[in-house]
Nanobody
Framework: QVQLVESGGGLVQAGGSLRLSCAAS????????MGWFRQAPGKDREFVAA????????YYAVSVKGRFTISRDNAKNLVYLQMNSLNPEDTAVYYC????????????????WGQGTQVTVSS
């Protein structure tokens, strides 16, 4: 399995932007589909975005489409989540996920998960 560490979370005002990073180690992510999930207090973990190993296809939750962008740099073993036009409903712990199966990433059954990074959006 690949080890994942998220960073870039923090406190931001509504309307602001943040860029999350997910650093992978142990294996190259070049053959992994990658994704981002989030979990708000008292709620289930939910899918945010996914990207195929090549970066050629992406998929977003309806709630973030047009505001968030997932990208990857396989040479650096990094995955990013650019978050724009943030609102308080985006407040959550954000998790990075990796799996050889794109479907597993999209459906939240990935084999590798990070520890998460907190994003708080104030109104």
């Amino acid at each position: 399995q690949v080890q994942l560490v998220e960073s870039g979370g923090g406190l931001v005002q509504a309307g602001g932007s943040l860029r999350l990073s997910c650093a992978a180690s142990g294996r190259t992510i070049a053959f992994y589909a990658m994704g981002w999930f989030r979990q708000a207090p008292g709620k289930d973990r939910e899918f945010v975005a996914a990207i195929t190993w090549s970066g050629g296809r992406t998929y977003y939750a309806v709630s973030v489409k047009g505001r968030f962008t997932i990208s990857r740099d396989n040479a650096k073993n990094l995955v990013y989540l650019q978050m724009n036009s943030l609102n308080p409903e985006d407040t959550a712990v954000y998790y990075c996920a990796a799996d050889n199966s794109y479907d597993a990433v999209v459906h939240g059954t990935s084999g590798s998960w990070g520890q998460g990074t907190q994003v708080t959006v104030s109104s």
